[in-house]
């Protein structure tokens, strides 16, 4: 069946770096959209960025332009998120997810969740 695993997660001081991980199971990943998105406490799940599968276009959140970069890994079926220069409001949990269709990000429904990967910003 199809499953998402999220990893990379952890605590890290302001302007330190993360990789995150999203191996996925049970599908080919580049055939799909893959999105990241957060979750910070008391706020509403946001979409972080998301990589296409028709052309490969990427699109990122305005907060997170030129800080993080998303990429897939098709040998190991694995999607990842580069966060470079981290802020304390990057504090979320951070989810991946897989679009229902194939195709651009633009539109897509996400349908299959991970469970998510704690990112701490904080001195």
């Known amino acids: 069946q199809v499953q998402l695993v999220e990893s990379g997660g952890g605590l890290v001081q302001p302007g330190g770096s993360l990789r995150l991980s999203c191996a996925a199971s049970?599908?080919?990943?580049?055939?799909?959209?893959i999105g990241w998105f957060r979750q910070a406490p008391g706020k509403e799940r946001e979409g972080v960025s998301c990589?296409?599968?028709?052309?490969?276009?990427?699109l990122y959140a305005d907060s997170v332009k030129g800080r993080f970069t998303i990429a897939r890994d098709n040998a190991k079926n694995t999607v990842y998120l580069q966060m470079n220069s981290l802020k304390p409001e990057d504090t979320a949990v951070y989810y991946c997810?897989?679009?229902?269709?194939?195709?651009?990000?633009?539109?897509?429904?996400?349908?299959?969740w991970g469970q998510g990967t704690q990112v701490t910003v904080s001195s």
């Open positions: 990589i296409s599968s028709n052309d490969g276009s990427i």
């Open positions: 049970g599908f080919t990943s580049d055939y799909y959209p």
């Open positions: 997810a897989k679009a229902l269709n194939s195709g651009d990000c633009r539109g897509a429904h996400f349908g299959s």
